[in-house]
Structure formats: structure tokens, C-alpha cells
């Protein structure tokens, strides 16, 4: 308490204050071994994807077969795949970012919220820059690869889970499981609209769904050591005031 009658904390790397209630990492430490090797085997296939794929103006074998498999949606599933693919739209994103970042403010998890924002703006950030570098295109010329509307309903889903998955309590497994199934469900229902709306091919897909799995929790580790040095400034800072 300084003379103020203000109550100073400092966050630790342990996730807690000195003299307040604990700090709860963006991205748990018991996730982290599991998460690391993942988002390294999701940027190796990504990589690998728009390697085998660049240049190219059409489908592949597998490609063809998965595209196939979903043609000829009727008007029900193209209603379902268009409202869908609106939530990777900038307005329907938007909203989705908008809501899950007031919530967390309202909850006072600030650091949660520049996660939400920077999660999966940096998922998408990411696929605009790939589109160029691989060139693949599609229909009438479109860059393709890697889907963007897939990136970001998977990290925005990654992002919600990994909140979740640090809820204490909730072990390794159990937390690894629920952002994997979060990532799984939300990849592959915003992959199936890009598909069967003719806007991606499948391997498209994969290659947004990877390039989440591998920056999102680049970015969470990110937010997390960021935030951890403002507040070891901020800690020394008080400590000089008061010496």
C-alpha cells in the first residue's frame, strides 16, 4: 500500500501478485508442453502444403475427392454454410472479437482480452501474407492458400479455450483436450462452408487450420511474457518510489 492508499501488486512468474489475487496466464503452463510441439507440427504442414501447392490454379487428387464428396449441397446446408462463412466476414469477425474482448474486460481479464484481439488477428495476419508467397488460385484467380476464414474461426475458438483450459482445477490432459476439440469442431465447420461454397479447396482449409494451431499459442506465450515484463517494470518502479 503506498502512501497514497493505492494497492500496488506485482505480478510473478508464477502467475500470481505479491499483494492481490493471482494472475492467470493467456496460455496455462501446464498446456505448454503439449501446445508447443503442436503449433511446431501445425507451421511444418502449413509450410509443407503451400510448398506442394504453389503456383497452382487447381485442385488436387485429394482435393478433388473431398470437393466432391460435398457437391451439390442443397439450399438447407448452403443457408448453413453461408451463415457460417459469415462469421470469418469482417463484420461478422468483428463482432465475434468485439463480444469475446468485452467480456473478458468485464471480467477483468485484460490481458485475455489483447489476447482475443491479437490471436486472431495474427492468424489472419498471417494467411494474407502466405496468399502471395504460395499463389495458388482458384476459380477466377483468387488467392487461396491458406484459407483465412478457416484461420480465424479456429483461433478465435483456440482463443475462448485456452481462457477456459486455465480455469483452475482442470489438468493437463483435460485442458489440452478441450482447446484440440474446440480447434477440431471450429476448423472443420468453417472448412466445410469454404468447400462446399466453392471458396477453397480442402487442402486450402488445412492449411488455415494449421497456420491457428501453430500462432495462436505463438501469440498467447507472446501476451503472457509481455505482460509479465510490464509488470516487473512497474514492480521495480514502486520499489524505487518507496526506497
Do not use: N
Request: proline residues 6%; contains cysteine.
Amino acid at each position: 500500500m503506498d502512501l497514497m492508499g493505492e494497492d500496488l501488486t506485482r505480478p510473478t512468474r508464477a502467475g500470481r501478485t505479491e499483494d492481490g489475487p493471482p494472475v492467470r496466464a493467456v496460455l496455462p503452463p501446464p498446456l505448454r508442453a503439449w501446445l508447443g510441439p503442436i503449433a511446431v507440427l501445425g507451421a511444418s504442414v502449413a509450410v509443407v502444403l503451400g510448398l506442394l501447392f504453389a503456383g497452382d490454379g487447381g485442385p488436387g487428387t485429394v482435393d478433388a475427392r473431398i470437393g466432391a464428396s460435398v457437391d451439390g449441397t442443397g439450399a438447407w446446408w448452403r443457408d448453413v454454410a453461408l451463415a457460417t462463412d459469415f462469421l470469418g466476414e469482417p463484420v461478422g469477425a468483428a463482432t465475434l472479437v468485439a463480444a469475446a474482448g468485452a467480456g473478458c474486460l468485464l471480467l477483468r481479464r485484460p490481458r485475455a482480452a489483447v489476447l482475443v484481439v491479437a490471436g486472431t488477428g495474427a492468424s489472419v495476419a498471417t494467411t494474407k501474407l502466405l496468399k502471395p508467397l504460395v499463389g495458388r488460385t482458384i476459380h477466377d484467380g483468387s488467392l487461396s492458400y491458406p484459407s483465412g476464414h478457416t484461420a480465424f474461426l479456429t483461433a478465435f475458438a483456440l482463443v475462448v479455450a485456452l481462457l477456459a483450459a486455465g480455469r483452475p482445477g482442470l489438468g493437463r490432459t483435460a485442458g489440452t483436450s478441450l482447446v484440440l476439440a474446440a480447434a477440431l469442431v471450429a476448423g472443420a465447420a468453417m472448412g466445410w462452408a469454404q468447400v462446399a461454397l466453392g471458396a477453397h479447396y480442402p487442402t486450402d482449409v488445412l492449411g488455415g487450420w494449421c497456420t491457428a494451431l501453430a500462432v495462436t499459442p505463438a501469440t498467447a506465450w507472446l501476451v503472457d511474457r509481455t505482460a509479465d515484463r510490464q509488470g516487473d517494470r512497474t514492480a521495480d518502479a514502486v520499489r524505487t518510489e518507496r526506497g
